[in-house]
């Protein structure tokens, strides 16, 4: 099943985005109710890590639906994030498969891996650029609820998602994307202060994200 194709309400072929193939697979697999979902590629699996990162990564033999979609968000390339959608409830395994070294086994792709063998302690390693964080401080900060719940609403107000946050008793450090608040930082900020005008509000940006994914974590 090569994929990338569907079509348009009026009947226009339609090219799928990035990943398409992948989707058009697993649909095609929970269609017929396959046993197996193989899906053929130009690497051997998925890797622990980025190979033009780190040199001669590790395959992964074994991974979760959940730490596969963990990883694939956090920008592994492998599989689109999406792809597990379509064959998660009936649990069709997906095994991602090198189509020049088809002698290896590559990763398989299951719902629950304590049924397999692996000697690894963790399942990858994965990141992404582009984000800014914004740090409020304020003493005994995690005593207040409110007060996060309404600094939360601000982001929502803007229809910014939040892709992290981190908490301590006299903190919140909230990720977004750098993209999304490139053209409003200052006025943010600003809302943000008038929640706590007795704290400080501090903005980092060119900030990376780092995702250690593993079923023991």
Not at 47 to 52: F, K, N, S, V, W
Not at 129 to 144: D, V
Not at 165 to 182: A, G, Q, T, W, Y
Request: charged fraction near 25%; glycine fraction near 8%.
């Amino acid at each position: 099943i090569p994929g990338f194709y569907g079509t348009l309400p009026s009947g226009e072929a339609k090219i799928f985005a990035r990943g398409g193939s992948d989707i058009t697979g697993a649909i095609v697999a929970a269609v017929a109710g396959a046993d197996l979902y193989e899906n053929w590629t130009d690497v051997s699996g998925l890797l622990m890590a980025d190979p033009r990162i780190v040199d001669n990564p590790r395959s992964v033999p074994v991974i979760t639906y959940k730490e596969l979609r963990e990883l694939s968000y956090m920008g592994a390339a492998v599989l689109h994030e999406d792809t597990v959608f379509p064959v998660v409830k009936l649990e069709i395994p997906i095994n991602i498969r090198n189509t020049n070294k088809p002698q290896e086994h590559g990763t398989l792709i299951v719902k629950n891996a304590d049924y397999y063998q692996s000697s690894l302690e963790i399942s990858g390693i994965s990141g992404k650029t582009g984000y800014t964080a914004i740090l409020i401080e304020k003493g005994k900060m995690s005593e207040e609820p409110q007060l996060r719940a309404e600094i939360l609403e601000i982001f929502d107000e803007r229809k910014t998602a939040v892709k992290n946050i981190l908490s301590s008793i006299d903190s919140l450090n909230i990720i977004v994307h750098e993209f999304d608040v490139r053209d409003c930082i200052s006025v943010l900020t600003e809302e943000i202060w008038d929640k706590v005008p007795q704290g400080t509000v501090t903005v980092t940006s060119d900030v990376a994200l780092i995702a250690i994914v593993g079923r023991g974590l």
